[in-house]
């Protein structure tokens, strides 16, 4: 069974900084793409960071220049570096593992942002 786990959430500080962490049971993480997710109170979930298996990355407008997603495939694990935290970054952040016959969601970990 697949599981996908998230950590490193909390209360910042605007302009303050938090990495989260995406742990991932998969055999095959070396190939998966792995996304960052988020959905604010009242809103959609939305795309915040994808990393690929070859490493390339696609980030969303709101998190350019200011958030960094990077992986650790010897330790199955996919993190999220947000600097420059904004209070309209508070959400819940999900992650996301996807493969060949594989979409895994994580039960997400709250980011609260004060400004």
């Known amino acids: 069974q697949v599981q996908v786990v998230e950590s490193g959430g909390g209360l910042v500080q605007a302009g303050g900084s938090l990495r989260l962490s995406c742990a991932a049971s998969?055999?095959?993480?070396?190939?998966?793409?792995i996304g960052w997710y988020r959905q604010a109170p009242g809103k959609q979930r939305e795309s915040v960071a994808i990393?690929?298996?070859?490493?390339?990355?696609n980030y969303a407008e709101s998190a350019l220049g200011r958030f960094t997603i990077s992986r650790d495939n010897a330790k199955n694990t996919v993190y999220l570096q947000m600097n420059s935290l904004k209070a309209e970054d508070t959400a819940v952040y999900y992650c996301?593992?996807?493969?060949?016959?594989?979409?895994?969601w994580g039960q997400g970990t709250q980011v609260t942002v004060s400004a």
């Open positions: 996301n593992g996807r493969a060949p016959l594989i979409n895994a």
């Open positions: 990393i690929g298996s070859g490493n390339t990355t």
């Open positions: 998969l055999r095959t993480f070396s190939v998966t793409t």
